[in-house]
């Protein structure tokens, strides 16, 4: 039987690193046909020229997904290469925590640009296209703080927490257009997240945890292909996981 994952479109932000690339890695690998969004163009670059390499098709576009336009642009790739879009994984986002006390408002205004704005801009500019084609399928990645609070975590949670509520009221809105929404909400995967945390105390301890308990990237690739692959009747909503030994 064919793959349901074989042959479909599947535009992908965030992918320049992290749980964003090893998934574009892992669908190609399974015959999609991937469009790779970031703001690092190299690193895009190398991971399209990698997937072809391996006999894959790969596009990619050097993106920033704070603006609606950079999104709209993104979709227009895979529809101009492909014809249509069958899933966007809303991927993208920034965690740099820290207590509100410290007051880091630009940190507050870029997490939810990115990780709020940025999933509604992906949802705007691929929406249209899949009620015309009457299918399709947004994941759009939340976290296991988009359902606990953490010290350090309370903007970001706030983000993550928004991701649900839209995709859930999408989901609601959509299904009649037979297009399915999934929600990914991982916990400690070992990627460059941390890296972008100015607060060095918040930073440190988040390394060490990570660290010690963090699962690899691919553990997010390997539930997207599993939510993309259900039967086109099906939609899982969301699956939450986190490594054996998290909290
Ligand atoms: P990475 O930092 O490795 O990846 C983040 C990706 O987002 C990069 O490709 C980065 O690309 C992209 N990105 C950031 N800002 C922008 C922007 N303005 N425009 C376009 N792309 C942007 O981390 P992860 O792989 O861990 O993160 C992926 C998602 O998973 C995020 O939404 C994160 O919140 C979530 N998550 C991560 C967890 C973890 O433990 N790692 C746990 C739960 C959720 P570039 O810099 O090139 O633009």
Redesign the pocket.
Known sequence: MASNIEGKVIVI?????????ATARHLASRGAKVVL????AD?LEALVSEIRDAGGEAHAKA????RAQDLEALVNVAIEAHGRIDVLIN?????PLSPIEKLKIDEWDTMI???IK?VLYGIAAALPHMKAQKSGHIIN?????GHLIFPASAVYSGT?HAVIAISEGFRQEVKDYNIRTTIL?????????L??ISDKDVQAANQEY?GQV?IP?DS?ARMAAFVIEQPEDVDVNEIIFRPTAQQ
Not at 13 to 21: H, L, N, Q, R, V
Not at 63 to 66: E, P
Not at 91 to 95: E, K
Not at 185 to 193: F, I, M, Q
Request: proline share 2%.
């Open positions: 932000t965030g992918a320049s690193s992290g749980m964003g690339e969004g970031a703001r690092r690193r993106i920033d997904v704070t991927n993208a986002g920034v965690m640009d990115v990780n940025g990645t939340s976290s296991v703080a993550k909400s991982p916990g400690a995967v070992k990627t460059e997240l890296d972008h990570v963090g990237a997010y």
